[in-house]
């Protein structure tokens, strides 16, 4: 039976996607068939003819939930799904997340976003040519995430408390008080320094020249 994947991942459901477990070790023994996911809304599941062939109007995606009741997507070979699972890899499958072929109906077996938060169901469907050979058990139903509408998100008593909202709103006010300040001291400042600068001519300096006197007292200096 398919089930959402047990590994830790992001988005195991989100509002148009959900991931599965790949079908490891499942249609070992059917080496030549090729392997589809079908997908349908639970309401449908029961109603889904194995005998309808994928790729065809009776199964395309872009008819679907309107005039198709189930679509068939993610053909693999047994060589997509070896058994055993290897160490370590992720072996998953994400429903829903090609959004190109969405609107292309060149692509009937695009694997594109689910329309709605369903709830779904899916199975495996082994076929050999055009006839199927082996199948799984319908998964479980699914359901995908709703987003809120805006107008149901309730603004009281969520989010930041009022206590909070003031303390940001005075370290705002402080904040631009600061750079206020800031800004007055640099202009401010900054024409005090230019006006009170002056500049002045050095002084010449002068060198007297002396004539020591006892010199002059000497009889050879006469």
Same mark, same amino acid.
């Given at each position: ?76 070979? @047994? ?7 290897? #160490?370590?890899?992720?072996?998953? %499958?994400?429903? *829903?997340?090609?959004? &190109? $072929? ?68 005075? @370290? ?7 750079? #206020?300040?800031?800004?007055?001291? %640099?202009?401010? *400042?900054?024409?005090? &320094? $230019? ?28």
């Amino acid at each position: 039976r398919p089930a959402l994947t047990q590994e830790h991942l992001e988005g195991v459901t989100t509002a148009s996607t959900f991931v599965l477990d790949q079908p490891r070790c499942v249609f070992k023994d059917f080496g030549n068939a090729v392997i589809w996911l079908v997908v349908a809304l639970d309401k449908d599941a029961s109603t889904f003819n194995n005998s309808a062939g994928p790729g065809t109007p009776e199964t395309a995606f872009q008819s679907f939930p309107k005039s198709v009741s189930a679509y068939m997507t993610l053909n693999a070979t @047994l060589d997509s799904y070896p058994c055993p699972k290897p #160490a370590g890899d992720i072996t998953v %499958l994400r429903v *829903g997340s090609e959004t &190109s $072929c969405a609107d292309d109906n060149s692509r009937p077996t695009c694997n594109g976003p689910l329309p709605g938060p369903g709830p779904y169901r899916v199975k495996f469907l082994a076929l050999e040519g055009s006839v199927p050979v082996a199948e799984t058990a319908w998964s479980m139903p699914i359901t995908l995430r709703t987003a809120k509408s805006p107008n149901s998100i309730s603004t009281a008593g969520s989010g930041h408390s009022g206590g909070m909202i003031a303390i940001t709103a005075i @370290l705002s006010i402080l904040l631009a008080i600061l750079l #206020a300040a800031l800004v007055a001291m %640099l202009v401010f *400042g900054g024409s005090d &320094s $230019c006006g009170s600068s002056t500049f002045s001519k050095p002084e010449s300096v002068t060198v007297r020249r002396y004539n020591t006197h006892h010199v002059y007292d000497q009889p050879a200096a006469r």
